[in-house]
């Protein structure tokens, strides 16, 4: 079976780092981009970046560049986003998403991580 | 950067009834790139059309997508209980994702 099965909710402090995680099983893990997709509290959905495992290769939402990290390890069929100093602001729900070669859209998701920051 | 505008914000419709939902691109866009997901409470999105047109794996064909240029369109013909949702497009262009606000299909 394909899934995607993402880290569990984390409850973090200001200022804290963080890294999540998205494991790939069923697939050729290096073959398909993994995106990220952020959704705050009560809103829809915005897409945050995408790496290529297969060669790193990585892309960003212009917001989100600098703020966030997204990375793989090819050897685990995992994917990551970090943050070095959370804000508040950062309070969401994250997916990850696979996206398949020669297609656009997302066509796996994974169950979402709830990240909550507060003091 | 390509806006994604979905209207209405939120249908109310019954079970049997048809539900149109639009997607309006502040560009024209090629349909090649355009997909449609719902997202039901406390679940992560599933994809339900992409290419505009064509249904995903498992999809049933009360739902089906249509348009081009600037304008889509997703139908579902005959609304099944389990429908009513959150319904988003998606755009792909110059190496961004762009989703549409959602449109909230209640009861």
């Known amino acids: 079976e394909v899934q995607l099965v993402q880290s569990g909710a984390e409850v973090k402090k200001p200022g804290e780092s963080l890294k999540i995680s998205c494991e790939a099983s069923g697939y050729s893990f290096t073959s398909y981009w993994i995106g990220w997709v952020r959704q705050m509290p009560g809103k829809g959905l915005e897409w945050m970046g995408i790496v290529y495992p297969g060669d790193s290769d990585t892309r960003y939402r212009s917001s989100f560049q600098g703020q966030v990290t997204i990375s793989a390890d090819k050897s685990i069929s995992t994917a990551y986003l970090q943050w070095s100093s959370l804000k508040a602001s950062d309070t969401a729900i994250y997916y990850c998403?696979?996206?398949?070669?020669?297609?656009?859209?997302?066509?796996?998701w994974g169950q979402g991580t709830t990240v909550t920051v507060s003091s | 950067d390509i806006v994604l505008t979905q209207s209405p914000g939120t249908l109310s419709l019954s079970p049997g009834e048809r539900a149109t939902l639009s997607c309006r691109a502040s560009?024209?866009?090629?349909?090649?790139?355009l997909a449609w997901y719902h997202q039901k409470p406390g679940q992560a999105p599933r994809l339900l059309i992409y290419?505009?047109?064509t249904r995903a794996p498992g999809i049933p064909d009360r739902f089906s997508g249509s348009g081009s240029g600037t304008d889509f369109t997703l139908t579902i013909s005959r609304l099944e209980p389990e429908d009513f949702a959150v319904y988003y497009c998606q755009h792909y262009g110059s190496s961004l994702y762009t989703f549409g606000q959602g449109t909230k299909l209640e009861i």
């Open positions: 998403a696979r996206r398949p070669p020669g297609f656009y859209g997302f066509d796996i």
């Open positions: 560009q024209r866009v090629s349909s090649s790139y």
């Open positions: 290419g505009a047109s």
